[in-house]
């Protein structure tokens, strides 16, 4: 029943990320959705090959309700998009050098203090009262340049987002998602652009791409 509280996240084979989190009954408890996406392109040609990343956030909420003071609960949305390099290495091939990091990263927040914070989502005041505070995202559309990918080599790209909500406090509640993962069709998704290169373009069939979403969901609630 939704209305009492659920958390929820959505991952589908074309990268359309949604997650969410609600506590309607108001008890103390964490609520925490996670879903990932992920796609790999493996080189199989004798040139370096480059691709951008456009992706697409969808707008979301951050509700709190029942304000009290000190602290609260807190609210938190966003992810983040890494990737696993590996080159070929050693003379007779066979081996990989393999390098890793973070291309991407964002979140909106109400901290226990109530206060609002977000870098890269956009937070806009829907209601400021007594006890209630509730705040919209607004979407991001975004676009990565990928790492090359050597010959022989290959790229793998995590897309990674999550919902975070931790009331400390009885008579607590709220809501904090991007996007409806309760319609469990997720919005719009993401996209591999290859890069023209200054050499020819590799023949059809020599890149290999694989993908897959995967969901992960997890709630509880400690009743006092």
């Known amino acids: 029943m939704r209305q009492l ?5 959505v991952s589908t084979g074309k990268g359309a990320l949604e997650v969410g989190a609600e506590n309607g009954l108001r008890f103390p408890g964490a609520h925490i959705a996670f879903s990932r996406y992920y796609t790999t392109i493996k080189n199989n040609t004798d040139q370096e090959v480059e691709f951008d990343f456009p992706f697409v956030i969808e707008p979301g909420e951050l509700t709190l309700l029942g304000v009290r003071d000190g602290d609260t609960a807190h609210l ?7 990737f696993r390099l590996l080159s070929p290495a050693g003379p007779f091939g066979g081996t990989y050098d393999e390098s890793t990091g973070r291309l991407f990263d964002y979140f909106a927040e109400i901290d226990f203090d109530d206060s609002p914070n977000a870098a890269n989502l956009l937070m806009v005041l829907l209601v400021k009262q007594s006890t209630e505070r509730s705040f919209a995202t607004a979407g991001y559309n975004g676009h990565l340049s990928l ?7 290959e790229l793998t790209v995590y897309y990674d987002m999550y919902a975070h909500m931790n009331v400390l406090d009885s008579e607590v509640g709220g809501k904090v998602r991007l996007g409806d993962p309760t319609d469990l069709i997720g919005g719009t998704g993401v996209g591999l652009i ?3 290169a200054l050499s020819d373009t590799p023949e059809p069939g020599t890149l290999v791409l694989f ?7 997890l709630a509880f609630r400690r009743l006092t």
């Open 76 to 82: 938190r949305v966003g992810g983040f998009i890494d």
């Open 5 to 9: 509280g659920f958390a929820s996240a």
């Open 194 to 196: 290859q890069r023209q």
């Open 147 to 153: 790492p090359t990918i050597p010959a022989f080599g």
């Open 211 to 217: 993908a897959a979403g995967i969901t992960g969901i």
